[in-house]
């Protein structure tokens, strides 16, 4: 059973425009939930992570918007670029414990 | 400063063979996770080696082992491999006190059973 559902499976931007990626989960233990970028033949890189204790934190261009009681949560791109075309993943895991990853979007930003 | 680093970069083995990678963690970091990514997929949790015992254990059978070494470094040893055991295989670290909170990934090892 995936602990963390992850959509959509692939997206296409243009540059310029929002990139938005969207998870949800059902453990209400999890209490950490990162966003990893990843380019073809490289491990995950962390880019982003939250909290439940706050609904938005920003970065640069990367926002992570956080829903406690829908359990969801989302990574907004702003001005997306060609540099930004890679697989993201969501993941989430209770204090202490192992991660559970989301099954990664393919984002294409088109120049 | 080095970040995560695994060894070998790509290893082709045939069914039934074992197989040993190898990870060195970040500098100063004492916690090391093993993941599996199958293609297309999310990383799936293998086990993780903290004060050179396994601290915790994912889904995986008892085929996969590891160990942790002094230096903290680790090894991941698959047996009787199987052509499913085909994926990216990665390492990530972690800092002291931390636990599984931040976790910085290595490139990963390619392992291909034929």
């Known amino acids: 059973q995936q602990q963390v559902k992850q959509s959509p499976q692939s997206l296409i931007v243009q540059k310029g425009g929002i990139s938005i990626i969207n998870c949800a989960y059902e453990?209400?233990?999890?209490?950490?939930f990162p966003w990893y970028q990843q380019f073809p033949g490289k491990g995950p890189a962390l880019l982003i992570a939250?909290?439940?204790?706050?609904s938005e934190k920003k970065e640069g261009r990367f926002t992570i918007s956080f829903n406690k009681s829908a359990k969801q949560f989302s990574l907004h791109i702003m001005d997306s670029q060609p540099g930004d075309s890679a697989t993201y993943f969501c993941?989430?895991?209770?204090?202490?414990?192992?991660?559970?990853f989301g099954t990664g979007t393919s984002l294409t930003v088109i120049p | 400063d080095a970040g995560v680093t695994q060894s070998p970069t790509h290893l082709i083995k045939t069914r039934g063979q074992q197989v040993t990678l190898r990870c060195s963690p970040k500098s100063g970091h004492d916690t090391v996770s093993w993941y599996q990514q199958a293609l297309g997929q999310g990383p799936q949790f293998i086990f993780q080696?903290?004060?050179?015992?396994?601290?915790q254990r994912g889904n995986f059978p008892d085929r996969f082992s590891g160990h942790q070494f002094p230096n903290y470094s680790s090894e991941l040893n698959v047996n009787a491999l199987l052509l499913g055991d085909s994926a990216l295989y990665l390492c990530a670290s972690s800092p002291p006190l931390a636990f599984t909170d931040t976790q910085y990934f290595g490139p990963g090892t390619r392992l291909t059973v034929l």
């Open positions: 080696y903290y004060e050179e015992e396994e601290r």
């Open positions: 453990n209400t233990a999890f209490d950490y």
């Open positions: 993941a989430a895991n209770p204090r202490g414990n192992q991660f559970y």
């Open positions: 939250i909290r439940p204790d706050v």
